[in-house]
């Protein structure tokens, strides 16, 4: 069960909160509709309850804040627009991944992918995913964890009428089975059909909480679908007759040859029609929407431009498009809790008069009835007409396939879970092995270009590093794959539900921390080895002879290689981009160094010679296998401007990490 208590988003300046005091309940077993217009404040108050936004009130889930939730992706699964992932990893490495981050055995991507209907389309991109594989992914990605709970904002939103079905029937069966289901919609139709509970938004207020079938009495409004070639005399027919009448009858242009009559029925307008030689080719009640301006039901829209409109027959009708003018008779009767049922309508309200008024432009009807047959009206077939049910699909759905059976997940942290993670959103898309070709290939053409030119010494012939630039290409590249590694998450951010919410946790940290450490030290051997392989091949053996001081050079190779890769990590972290990271691994040598030096040239600077004979005396211990050479070359890379400048920034970076996921912690 959701129970949301006052929930209540933070004003802006002198303008009114977009939430203000919102209070609901989701019951589990049951399917739960938000329902408001755009602006209404339907992703604010679902973003609210998922703690993605600031503001007041409280969300429970079971019980229980998402905050105090050990692993929330067990219990809540969110799906709030397009799939966050990266448009070149395949749709099973995607779901791979996201097993990885939860904790969940690898099969389980195949069973979601089988339950979502996804499995020959396994190997397709998620770039090249139309709009209706790609709400078939977000379920799946909802669905990998096996959460109790499942959060949905607008999941139909594009979608074909047949899509909606299938997608509503997997949001039902997941009820079925006893889990909770809210999902927001605009569309009063796709409320009261896929829903058990519909609870209706208004400029950020809730002005109603009912029952399905209450909602469908109360605030919906029953309505004539009419096709004719004859659509705007059949319009001012029916306005003039029902202002002699004093009747409450609003005629609605659709567009083209459509009509939408509310307050009327079929056994009226089919009369209307046969006394003054109107062809009909269809005449049906239909289900009601909230009156003219309410939005198709999701995917008629679709279906509806596809149709000519004009003498259209077959089985199947497109969508009544809104373009054309409305002939209203009596005052408008607009949904509402006062909106007409088929009885009042029936029966003749009085009005003060008739006015005509310009049709809404986004206005939409219902789906037409599969009924359409052309014929010329007359009272037989009028009344025949009249019989006619809402609007159905002919066709009968298909059985929908079983949802992923439950899976038992061990609660217990492992520390192996995120480094599966990022070993696998690493591996899933080229730009590594991309990135680390490209450096071989400058390292090598600027190594054979350095040795040409000559007065280079052997080490950063080796690096392929020119004096003249600040770090090497092997840095550089290292640098980008660490930034690669957060900034891609906040680009596509598969961990989240929405962008700039990447957690912040310490195990993530570590894990890309490895990663990209391991991956920059291959990338360091691979440059050294490729150079020193292609200055033998076009220089000889004298330019790619090892320098005697091997040990201490290679030292302070690998840590620079790999401190341009944490740098790049943290720094992406922090400000969230990619770019931030590469200009904090380019900053060190630019910014940083001219520092560092200026300060370790100062006279109050005391060397640090001697630290290890120093360290051994204060802890009494002695160095095994002559351990005071490691600790000595060690702290004269750091003594290093370079090294120095490095650390520092290291060190700064971490700190700040540090200081921005604790402050979201308390958040």
């Not at 078939?136 to 904002?153: E, Q, Y």
């Not at 009063?188 to 002005?207: C, M, N, S, Y």
């Not at 009835?369 to 052309?374: E, L, V």
């Not at 120093?614 to 050479?629: A, D, M, S, T």
């Amino acid at each position: 069960m959701i129970q949301a208590f006052g929930l209540t988003s933070n004003s802006r300046k002198d303008l009114p909160p977009a939430v203000d005091d919102v209070s609901f309940e989701a019951r589990a077993g049951h399917v739960t509709a938000l329902l408001g217009a755009t602006g209404a404040g339907k992703t604010t108050v679902l973003r609210l309850m998922l703690e993605l936004q600031q503001g007041r009130g409280l969300t429970y889930f079971r019980g229980r804040p998402l905050h105090r939730i050990a692993h929330p992706s067990r219990e809540v699964g969110v799906l709030m627009g397009d799939v966050p992932g990266h448009p070149a990893r395949t749709v099973r490495g995607h779901l791979r991944m996201l097993c990885a981050a939860a904790g969940v055995p690898v099969r389980r991507a195949d069973e979601v992918l089988e339950a979502v209907g996804l499995v020959s389309l396994r190997d397709e991109r998620l770039g090249t995913l139309s709009r209706g594989m790609d709400r078939r992914l977000g379920l799946a990605c909802a669905l990998l964890p096996d959460p109790h709970t499942l959060v949905l904002d607008d999941p139909a939103d594009g979608l074909s009428t047949r899509e909606s079905h299938w997608l509503h029937g997997m949001l039902r069966a997941h009820a079925a089975q006893g889990g909770s289901v809210l999902f927001t919609t605009s569309e009063p139709k796709e409320a009261a059909r896929a829903a058990d509970h519909v609870i209706t938004l208004e400029q950020g207020r809730l002005v109603a909480d009912q029952e399905a079938t209450e909602f469908a009495r109360t605030r919906l409004r029953p309505r004539v679908a009419v096709r004719t070639p004859h659509a705007a005399r059949l319009a001012a027919l029916l306005a003039k007759e029902a202002r002699t009448a004093h009747r409450s009858v609003e005629v609605v242009r659709e567009g083209g040859n459509r009509l939408s009559v509310y307050g009327s029925t079929c056994a009226d307008v089919g009369e209307t029609a046969f006394r003054h030689g109107v062809l009909v080719h269809q005449l049906a009640d239909e289900i009601g929407d909230m009156g003219p301006g309410a939005g198709p039901f999701p995917g008629e829209a679709a279906e509806a431009a596809q149709d000519p409109g004009t003498g259209a027959t077959g089985s199947e009708t497109g969508e009544l498009l809104g373009d054309g003018a409305v002939g209203v008779a009596g005052p408008e009767m607009r949904g509402g809790p006062a909106a007409q049922d088929d009885s009042a309508s029936q029966s003749g309200s009085h009005t003060r008069g008739a006015r005509v008024a310009p049709a809404d432009p986004k206005a939409h009807g219902d789906q037409a009835p599969h009924s359409s047959r052309a014929t010329h009206s007359g009272p037989a077939e009028a009344s025949g007409h009249a019989a006619l049910s809402p609007a159905t699909d002919s066709r009968a759905p298909a059985p929908l396939p079983p949802l992923p059976p439950p899976i038992s997940v061990r609660s217990a942290p492992s520390p192996l879970r995120p480094l599966r993670y990022e070993l696998r959103r690493a591996a899933g898309i080229g730009t590594g092995f991309l990135t680390g070709v490209a450096v071989l290939v400058t390292s090598a053409l600027t190594a054979v270009l350095l040795a040409r030119v000559g007065h280079t010494p052997q080490a950063r012939l080796l690096a392929a590093w020119p004096r003249e630039l600040p770090l090497p290409p092997a840095a550089l590249g290292a640098g980008l794959l660490g930034a690669l590694a957060f900034g891609d998450e906040f680009r596509h951010p598969a961990l989240a539900a929405d962008r700039g919410t990447v957690p912040r946790r310490l195990g993530l940290l570590t894990a890309k921390l490895v990663v990209a450490a391991v991956t920059a030290l291959a990338l360091a051997l691979l440059v050294v080895g490729c150079d020193a392989e292609v200055l033998y091949l076009v220089y000889g053996r004298e330019l790619a002879e090892v320098p005697a001081d091997w040990v201490s050079l290679s030292a302070s190779w690998f840590g620079l290689v790999v401190g341009c890769a944490w740098a790049g990590v943290l720094a992406a972290g922090i400000f969230r981009s990619t770019t931030a990271g590469l200009a904090a691994v380019v900053a060190v040598p630019i910014l940083v160094v001219p520092l560092v030096r200026k300060a370790l040239d100062g006279g109050s600077v005391r060397a640090a010679a001697g630290l290890p004979a120093r360290l051994r005396e204060v802890l009494l211990l002695q160095w095994p296998f002559g351990g005071e050479r490691y600790v000595a070359g060690a702290v004269r890379v750091v003594a290093q401007p370079v090294g120095g400048a490095l650390t520092l920034s290291l060190t700064a970076l971490l700190c700040a990490y540090l200081l921005t996921a604790l402050r979201s912690r308390v958040r």
